[in-house]
């Protein structure tokens, strides 16, 4: 099994700043692509960022230019530097982890943006 875990959650207010972990272990051989998606109440999961094993990356339009998603290949993780946070931002956070033709995600840790 994968088991991925988040942290880094939290309250803060808008223009604040967040980043969070999510550590990957168990049975992995190989590094793959790596994300995170978000969903907030009433809504549907959405993408917030993805990072391929060799550092290429996107992002969903709500979060571009305020977000940075980056990855330890040594530590098997994925990191997500959340700037000028805004209310909107709110949500459950996921760590996303294909392997193969699975897909492994994290229990979430929810971030709350207060206006």
């Known amino acids: 099994q994968v088991r991925l875990v988040e942290s880094g959650g939290g309250l803060v207010q808008a223009g604040g700043s967040l980043r969070l972990s999510c550590v990957a272990s168990g049975n992995i051989f190989s590094i793959r692509p790596m994300g995170w998606y978000r969903q907030a109440p009433g809504k549907q999961r959405e993408l917030v960022a993805t990072?391929?094993?060799?550092?290429?990356?996107n992002y969903g339009d709500s979060v571009k230019g305020r977000f940075i998603i980056s990855r330890d290949n040594g530590k098997n993780a994925v990191y997500l530097q959340m700037d000028s946070l805004k209310p909107e931002d709110t949500a459950v956070y996921y760590c996303?982890?294909?392997?193969?033709?699975?897909?492994?995600w994290g229990q979430g840790t929810q971030v709350t943006v207060s206006s």
């Open positions: 996303n982890a294909p392997m193969g033709s699975l897909v492994y």
């Open positions: 990072i391929t094993s060799t550092g290429s990356t």
